[in-house]
């Protein structure tokens, strides 16, 4: 039972342009999200998160936006730039319960064209 | 550099043996996750440790234990290992009991053939 999906496994964006990175969770229960970003050979790196009383964070060139109604949320990278290109993750977690713990999607590879 | 360490890089063993991971969190975090991601799946969250005590479990099979240790390394126990069990392991930690921001290590590649 995946509880976070990412439906697009890849995605191919040229230089300047925007990416958004999709991702769908099943739980409503889960009340704060986050991405990761994954280079290969390296372990992910935390980028950007919300929690689920917003619908928008903003930081720089990143923006993730939540809708709770449709249990989606997208992360925006504008503009783009070859070195954004890597995996990137979304993961959910349940804050407010012992059951404490992040979900992560499948992820989707980004890769940013020259 | 995360300032999480892991050892060894890579590890090729046999089905059937027995492996150990290591773990050295960050400077000052008290909690050490480990996550095992398969070919093509996601980071599937093993088991965590904080301050030396088990605070959380995920997907850990009966084969696999971990413990944290007074200096706050870790280590991850694989055996009876399955050609199944080959994959990246990670390891992240830290500063509180919770999964706000993790510092993920560069990971540990197990094939077992």
């Known amino acids: 039972d995946q509880q976070v999906k990412q439906n697009s496994p890849s995605l191919s964006v040229q230089e300047g342009r925007i990416s958004i990175l999709n991702c769908d969770y099943t739980?409503?229960?889960?009340?704060?999200f986050l991405w990761y970003k994954k280079y290969p050979a390296e372990g992910p790196t935390f980028l950007i998160s919300?929690?689920?009383?917003?619908d928008k964070n903003e930081d720089g060139r990143f923006t993730v936006f939540l809708n709770k109604s449709a249990k989606h949320l997208s992360l925006h990278i504008v503009p783009s730039q070859p070195g954004d290109s890597a995996v990137y993750f979304c993961a959910a977690r349940r804050m407010k319960t012992s059951y404490d713990k992040v979900i992560f999607g499948p992820g989707t590879s980004l890769s940013v064209i020259p | 550099d995360s300032g999480v360490t892991q050892t060894p890089k890579h590890l090729i063993t046999a089905t059937g043996q027995r492996v150990t991971l290591r773990c050295s969190p960050r400077s000052g975090d008290l909690s050490v996750y480990w996550y095992q991601q398969s070919l093509d799946q996601g980071l599937q969250f093993l088991i965590q440790?904080?301050?030396?005590?088990?605070?959380a479990k995920g997907n850990i099979l009966e084969r696999f234990s971990a413990q944290q240790f007074p200096d706050l390394h870790s280590e991850l126990n694989l055996s009876s290992l399955e050609l199944g069990d080959s994959a990246l392991y990670f390891c992240?930690?830290?500063?509180?009991?919770?999964?706000?921001?993790?510092?993920f290590g560069p990971g540990t590649r197990l094939t077992v053939l």
């Open positions: 739980n409503s229960m889960f009340d704060y």
């Open positions: 919300i929690s689920s009383i917003k």
């Open positions: 992240a930690s830290s500063a509180s009991g919770g999964f706000h921001e993790q510092f």
């Open positions: 440790y904080y301050n030396g005590e088990e605070r």
